[in-house]
Structures are given as C-alpha cells and as structure tokens.
C-alpha cells in the first residue's frame, strides 16, 4: 500500500468470490488463521492487497516435466 492510501476492506463475500471458494471456506480459514484476516467489531475483513500477497505467496509450485 503507497502512503496516503487507504486498504480495499474486502466483505467475506468478496473474499470467497475473490479467492473463488466458498463463504464457509473463507470463516473458517480466517479463524484458524490459515488467511490474513480482521475483525472490524464483530464482522470480519480482508485486506485486497494481503490477500493478493498471500496467494502469490502460497500458490503451489508446478514442476516442469521432462522434455
């Protein structure tokens, strides 16, 4: 995020839209600390950009075949 700037607080809907699962899936690995996630009073948000970091940062790694 540049100075000045504010985050792109994502809804859990977005999220699991986002990352293309479940609603169910994002709760739950959200408090099992498995996604980067808050809590805003009792609803939970995500950072658009941490979220972007973290699956660049755990997308599996292809292994090149032989040629």
Not at 49 to 67: F, H, I, M, T, Y
Request: aromatic letters at 8%.
């Amino acid at each position: 995020m540049s100075s000045g700037t504010l985050p792109r607080l994502m809804t859990v809907e977005e999220a699991a839209e986002f990352l293309g699962v479940s609603r169910n899936n994002v709760y739950v690995a959200a408090r099992e600390g498995r996604i980067p996630s808050f809590k805003v009073g009792s609803l939970i948000r995500f950072d658009l950009d941490e979220l972007r970091a973290w699956l660049e940062s755990n997308r599996p790694q292809v292994k090149a075949g032989p040629k």
